[in-house]
């Protein structure tokens, strides 16, 4: 199963960007995203805490914390995940096994190029990059 932790949390502060300051609820952003308040209330939780978003208790979403073109999807990804490893690898090998004495560390070095290459991309866009698309 995969996450959608990082496109509903895209979604979220591309609504909030477009919206130019204008207080927002977690109900409008839900109603776009079509899904359940609760859900975009605990990932606007976790971008408050990344310091992403700006809110008040009686307003809801005040805005973004910085602006767009300083948001990078590196960023949002480290805000909204848990569990930030992309990959990883099975334990508790046949040591005996040729291939399960070094399947760990082939994995790991594999894993952990493909996870620097990712993080790479993502820092290289921004949120700026994905909002232009909707004006």
């Keep these: 199963m995969y996450s959608t932790k990082l496109s509903v949390s895209i979604h979220i502060l ?5 919206m130019e300051a204008q207080p927002v609820t977690s109900e409008f ?3 776009s995203i079509n899904t359940n308040p609760v859900l975009v209330r605990r990932l606007m ?9 700006e809110s008040s208790t009686k307003l809801g979403v005040t805005g ?6 300083y948001i990078t999807l590196l960023d949002i990804f480290l805000a909204a995940e848990d569990h930030r490893d992309l990959f990883s690898v099975h334990t508790n090998t046949n040591y005996e096994c040729p291939v399960g004495a070094n399947i ?3 994995l790991k070095h594999l894993y ?8 790479e991309k993502l820092s290289a866009i ?9 004006k």
């Design 64 to 69: 973004l914390a910085r602006e767009a073109v």
């Design 14 to 18: 591309s609504v909030i960007a477009l």
């Design 126 to 134: 921004t949120l700026a990059d994905i909002i232009k698309e909707f």
């Design 112 to 119: 952990s190029n493909i996870q620097e290459a990712t993080e």
């Design 45 to 53: 939780s976790r971008l408050k805490k990344a310091k992403l978003i």
């Design 104 to 106: 760990q560390t082939t």
């Design 29 to 31: 952003i839900a109603s």
